[in-house]
């Protein structure tokens, strides 16, 4: 068990720190809404039936969205755009080991299985890591069906109509809320690159060595 904390520490404290966190908004968020009805003289839901009500799902996949959205664009982008100065980019100069043909690799026994069948597989694989995060991200547009059960749930609350799906897909204020959090993930991403190129972390590798040029370009 120790060896595998030691191997697997930052994945452990990270998925950890994600649990500790839904479970704070969850128990934050219920209590809220009860306060919420109650303003309008309306009985408190359960925590559990509170999970599956359009004001829990609504924020917790609006959040992953813009997350993944972020996760996928920089993965493409680095790809084809450089930074130069920054960890994370390719070295516009050079020849990159990202770039390789794993190909090349096939008879290595320690390459990942997909290498050594090779064709569509292999295909698949190399672009296996963005293909992952976009189904991710398009998994995370239960944020449309989650706000609408939250307006549904609000308009229970007033003499308002019930809405569709596609009534929120026009709704501006939806849209407000989608591009209020990927504006704020695409200025952290990029805040980080390009502070990264004259700053540096210590003993972190998302940070060059404290000695490295500012135009040193990848690890």
Excluded: C
């Excluded at 068990?1 to 128990?27: K, T």
């Excluded at 189904?135 to 069906?145: K, R, Y």
């Excluded at 849209?175 to 390009?194: A, H, P």
């Amino acid at each position: 068990m120790r060896r595998f904390l030691r191997d697997n520490g930052l994945s452990v404290a990270l998925f950890g720190l994600f649990l500790i966190s839904l479970v704070g908004q969850a128990l934050t968020g219920w209590r809220a809404q009860a306060e919420e009805l109650r303003l309008h003289e309306l009985p408190a839901i359960g925590f559990l039936p509170y999970l599956t009500s359009g004001h829990f799902i609504s924020a917790v996949f609006e959040n992953w969205e813009s997350e993944f959205l972020q996760m996928a664009a920089y993965v493409l982008l680095t790809i084809f755009l450089f930074q130069k100065g920054a960890s994370e980019s390719k070295k516009p100069d050079e020849d990159n080991p990202e770039d390789e043909s794993p190909s090349a690799k096939r008879n290595n026994p320690q390459a990942p299985w997909p290498v050594h069948r090779g064709g569509l597989l292999l295909k698949l694989y190399s672009h296996s890591l963005s293909i992952a995060l976009v189904t991710l991200f398009l998994a995370s547009w239960l944020h449309v069906a989650g706000s609408t059960r939250r307006i549904n749930e609000e308009a229970l609350q007033h003499p308002q109509p019930p809405q569709t799906i596609t009534d929120t897909l026009v709704d501006p204020q939806f849209w407000y809320e989608s591009f209020q959090n990927w504006q704020s993930e695409f200025l952290s991403i990029g805040v980080l690159l390009v502070l990264g190129i004259y700053l540096r972390e210590r003993g972190s590798p998302e940070s060059k060595p404290v000695a490295a040029p500012h135009a040193a370009t990848g690890h």
